[in-house]
């Protein structure tokens, strides 16, 4: 049995994931022409078509490598090996940590099953909100556990892939994924400081029982390869086979050299680098069209299963971009705002989040950097639980310096990020929801 490890820093879990890792941790990016020994590509190919859409395709599975490797220098995460977090949500608070969660105690489990299945056992939950997060190579959520996915049942759940056959006397749930290698994201409600003992007694009773002896290892980071054309390196270190569905796609990837050898002229090398900088811009540009309106930018569309994406892997990237390991619609959703100054928002009853029965949403004051900063009243976030309604079901919330009557965040009155989480939101409508606007005062 693999017992968990404990860490104390926080284990920067959000919508917007904090990136550590250094330039220049990988490999340096080769010379143009370094396979001279692979085949010339006809000069005849539009290199830089295909070049722009590998890169789309390839960037969040890059973004991943890159905060995986920050998970693996700063908090010591190891493959198949429980790593949690002691920090409570509240100790988030004077962190240099993007958009930290002011609700959950958090943990994962990096898994590698190229060795193979890998077997991991969770414990019931029914007192309080948990969520296991399954997330693939291709940043897909291939898999949920938790109070909305099977009730905070207890189970053992064996990931393996189509190629590996499961022992017969294997009691576990088997779940299907694609690759190597993924990472469960765990979080646990937390309501005060009294929940603690619980909530890490739920964290040690999170195990892997049983994994392979070896894994196989994993790219390191280097941003300058990640944008230059060796970025199809990564690809190919991280798939050990094409996805039926993407065979057509990758014969056009291997003319740049993913999952095959190739030899590129500089010239050709060129072409490629033109196409891997447009395809950063149509990422870019993606992530601006993620605005609602009322000021708001959100991402409920582009996280999901490969099924729910079918094949938008532009939206697929601006995910990443916009905030790694983003959930699904149906388990969490995020609104985020920038404004200035004191103000409030009003939210009649019909422009509340649409919830589910077991739904709730949390909204968050932080600082233009989307930290959290400490303020004499303890004032940082409001709980669906800890709203004050009025009579027709509207709901107001100040935002100000000072405390006021009702359902108020601390400001200091200067540039600020409002963030709203909404939890087992109604997935037929929260695609099409939009948060109302904040009021400045004037």
């Given at each position: 049995m693999?017992?968990?490890t404990?860490?104390n820093?926080?284990?920067?879990?959000?919508?917007?994931?904090?990136?550590?890792?250094?330039?220049?941790?990988?490999d340096?990016?080769?010379?143009?022409?370094?396979?001279?020994?692979?085949?010339?590509?006809?000069?005849d190919?539009?290199?830089?078509?295909i070049?722009?859409e590998?890169?789309?395709?390839?960037?969040?599975?890059?973004?991943q490598?890159?905060?995986?490797?920050?998970?693996?220098?700063?908090?010591?995460?190891?493959?198949n090996?429980?790593s949690?977090?002691?920090?409570?949500?509240w100790?988030?608070?004077?962190?240099?940590i993007?958009?930290?969660?002011?609700?959950?105690?958090?943990?994962?489990?990096?898994?590698?099953?190229?060795g193979?299945?890998?077997?991991?056992?969770?414990?019931?939950?029914k007192?309080?909100?948990?969520?296991?997060?399954?997330?693939?190579?291709f940043?897909?959520?291939?898999?949920y556990?938790?109070t909305?996915?099977n009730?905070g049942?207890a189970?053992?759940?064996v990931?393996h892939n189509?190629?590996?056959?499961?022992?017969?006397?294997?009691?576990?749930t088997?779940v299907l994924?694609?690759?190597?290698?993924?990472?469960v994201?765990v979080?646990?409600?937390v309501?005060?400081e009294?929940e603690?003992?619980r909530?890490r007694?739920?964290?040690?009773?999170i195990?892997?029982?049983a994994a392979p002896?070896?894994?196989?290892?994993?790219?390191?980071y280097?941003?300058?390869k990640?944008?230059?054309p060796?970025?199809?390196?990564y690809?190919?270190?991280?798939l050990n086979?094409?996805?039926?569905s993407?065979?057509?796609m990758f014969e056009?990837?291997?003319?740049?050299?993913?999952?095959?050898?190739?030899?590129?002229s500089?010239?050709?090398?060129?072409?490629?680098?033109?196409?891997?900088?447009?395809?950063?811009?149509a990422?870019?540009?993606?992530?601006?069209?993620?605005?609602i309106?009322n000021?708001?930018i959100?991402?409920?569309?582009?996280?999901?299963t490969?099924?729910?994406?079918?094949?938008?892997?532009?939206?697929?990237a601006?995910?990443?971009?916009?905030?790694?390991?983003g959930?699904s619609?149906e388990?969490a959703?995020?609104?985020?705002?920038f404004?200035?100054?004191e103000?409030?928002?009003s939210?009649?009853?019909d422009?509340?989040p649409?919830?589910?029965?077991?739904?709730?949403?949390?909204?968050?004051?932080?600082?233009?950097?989307?930290?959290v900063?400490?303020?004499?009243?303890?004032?940082?976030?409001?709980?669906?639980?800890?709203?004050?309604?009025?009579?027709?079901?509207s709901?107001?919330?100040?935002?100000?310096?000072?405390p006021?009557?009702?359902?108020?965040?601390?400001?200091?009155?200067?540039?600020?990020?409002?963030?709203?989480?909404?939890?087992?939101?109604?997935?037929?409508?929260i695609?099409s929801?939009?948060?109302?606007?904040f009021?400045?005062?004037?």
């Amino acid at each position: 049995m693999i017992r968990s490890t404990r860490i104390n820093s926080e284990f920067l879990l959000s919508v917007i994931v904090t990136l550590f890792v250094a330039a220049g941790c990988g490999d340096p990016a080769p010379e143009a022409g370094d396979s001279s020994s692979a085949p010339a590509v006809e000069s005849d190919e539009n290199l830089e078509a295909i070049a722009h859409e590998a890169f789309i395709y390839a960037h969040p599975l890059m973004e991943q490598v890159k905060t995986l490797n920050g998970m693996f220098a700063f908090m010591g995460m190891k493959a198949n090996e429980p790593s949690m977090s002691e920090a409570l949500p509240w100790d988030n608070v004077g962190m240099p940590i993007v958009a930290p969660n002011l609700t959950s105690m958090t943990g994962g489990i990096f898994v590698d099953i190229s060795g193979g299945p890998v077997t991991i056992e969770v414990p019931e939950v029914k007192d309080r909100y948990i969520v296991y997060q399954f997330v693939d190579v291709f940043t897909h959520n291939f898999f949920y556990l938790g109070t909305r996915a099977n009730n905070g049942d207890a189970g053992q759940f064996v990931l393996h892939n189509a190629n590996q056959s499961l022992p017969t006397d294997n009691t576990a749930t088997p779940v299907l994924m694609e690759g190597d290698h993924a990472i469960v994201i765990v979080r646990i409600d937390v309501k005060n400081e009294s929940e603690s003992d619980r909530a890490r007694e739920i964290q040690d009773a999170i195990k892997v029982v049983a994994a392979p002896a070896t894994s196989r290892a994993y790219p390191a980071y280097d941003e300058k390869k990640a944008f230059s054309p060796a970025f199809v390196d990564y690809v190919s270190a991280l798939l050990n086979e094409v996805p039926e569905s993407e065979v057509d796609m990758f014969e056009r990837f291997a003319k740049i050299g993913i999952m095959s050898d190739v030899s590129l002229s500089e010239d050709q090398m060129a072409e490629v680098q033109a196409g891997i900088d447009s395809g950063f811009e149509a990422i870019k540009a993606a992530v601006a069209d993620l605005d609602i309106g009322n000021g708001y930018i959100a991402a409920t569309e582009v996280f999901g299963t490969r099924e729910f994406l079918d094949g938008n892997y532009i939206g697929r990237a601006a995910g990443a971009d916009f905030g790694l390991w983003g959930n699904s619609k149906e388990e969490a959703n995020y609104f985020m705002s920038f404004v200035e100054g004191e103000g409030q928002i009003s939210f009649d009853s019909d422009e509340l989040p649409p919830l589910t029965d077991i739904g709730f949403w949390s909204i968050t004051a932080h600082d233009e950097n989307v930290h959290v900063l400490p303020n004499d009243y303890d004032s940082y976030v409001l709980t669906t639980d800890k709203m004050t309604f009025e009579e027709d079901g509207s709901l107001l919330i100040s935002f100000s310096s000072e405390p006021e009557s009702g359902n108020w965040l601390y400001t200091p009155g200067e540039k600020m990020v409002i963030l709203i989480r909404a939890y087992q939101a109604d997935p037929d409508k929260i695609g099409s929801y939009v948060p109302p606007a904040f009021e400045p005062r004037k």
